[in-house]
């Protein structure tokens, strides 16, 4: 099922991730996801694609010492981020292994609740790893997914004609751009229920370079120089957005998903 995802998270796009997670935008989305999740103290929880780890340890002070952490990623860069976070008094241990969210190494039934915000949309195989999900989780055990669907797209420009080539070629940093539409019935398919979905949008308006777009704007330009952009074009779409500056408008939409496993 798709193609492999393209964006690699590795070496100084890790580290600006990183940067891009702890803007207000991603602060506050972090928060809408913890509520959805909503560990409890003494639970087992993990965390699927665990990236810079801001996400576990929030999760960690939240179940407490007699509760646990897991965290898994593709990429040693991220993980390096995620282990070099400090240990917080009263917050449960984390533990982190690299592997693919589609082969846990977890045994059957060994987590309360397990998390995955954008991640799935760069897995080629989401029925396996939803199936892995699953598997790990005990019976009664909630499921939390975040994905974006990027036709939800609204980003000003004063040249849309080459704001739409330069998200075409975004597009190929991940599998499924759109994946939230059939996520609810890859769930079903996969054996969960009782599937809630909500809207989580991301809003920027006015020119604070602090925000999620003002950031994904230099990761999008990086990208896309490899795939297809010139570099005149996306210098140009870059000073375009500068100049924007106050008239700026950035809106994406991603879709959150709590599941159960019965
Ligand atoms: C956009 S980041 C999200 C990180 C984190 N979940 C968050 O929201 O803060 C995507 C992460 O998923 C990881 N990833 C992508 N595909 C993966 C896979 N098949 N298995 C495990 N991790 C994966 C990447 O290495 C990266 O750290």
Redesign the pocket.
């Known amino acids: 099922m798709g193609r492999p995802?393209a964006l690699r998270?590795e070496g100084d796009r890790a580290r600006a991730?990183e940067a891009i997670?702890l803007t207000p935008d991603i602060v506050a989305q972090r928060e809408t996801v913890l509520e959805a999740l909503d560990p409890r103290p003494g639970e087992r929880v993990l965390d699927l694609?665990?990236?810079?780890g801001?996400?576990a340890a929030a999760i960690a002070g939240r179940v407490g010492p007699g509760g646990s952490v897991h965290g898994?990623?593709?990429?040693a860069d991220?993980l390096a981020i995620a282990g070099a976070r400090q240990h917080v008094t009263g917050a449960a241990p984390i533990t982190l292994a690299q592997g693919?969210?589609?082969a846990l190494e977890a045994p059957d039934g060994s987590f309360d609740a397990a998390v995955c915000?954008?991640?799935y949309e760069?897995?080629a195989d989401v029925p396996a790893a939803l199936a892995e999900a699953r598997r790990v989780l005990r019976p009664g055990g909630r499921l939390v997914i975040l994905d974006t669907d990027w036709d939800s797209i609204v980003w000003r420009s004063s040249d849309d004609a080459r704001m739409a080539r330069v998200l075409d070629a975004w597009d190929a940093h991940l599998v499924h751009r759109a994946l939230p539409r059939i996520l609810p019935e890859h769930l079903a398919a996969a054996g969960f229920e009782g599937t809630v979905v909500s809207v989580v949008p991301l809003l920027n308006v006015g020119g604070d370079p602090r925000t999620y777009s003002g950031g994904m704007r230099h990761l999008i330009a990086e990208f896309v120089t490899g795939h297809g952009i010139g570099h005149a074009e996306i210098a140009g779409w870059l000073s375009d957005l500068e100049e924007l500056a106050e008239r700026s408008f950035f809106s994406l939409n991603r879709y959150l998903f709590r599941a159960v496993r019965p």
């Open positions: 995802a998270f991730l997670y694609g665990v990236g810079p801001l996400l898994v990623d593709l990429s991220m693919a969210v589609s915000t954008q991640v760069y897995v």
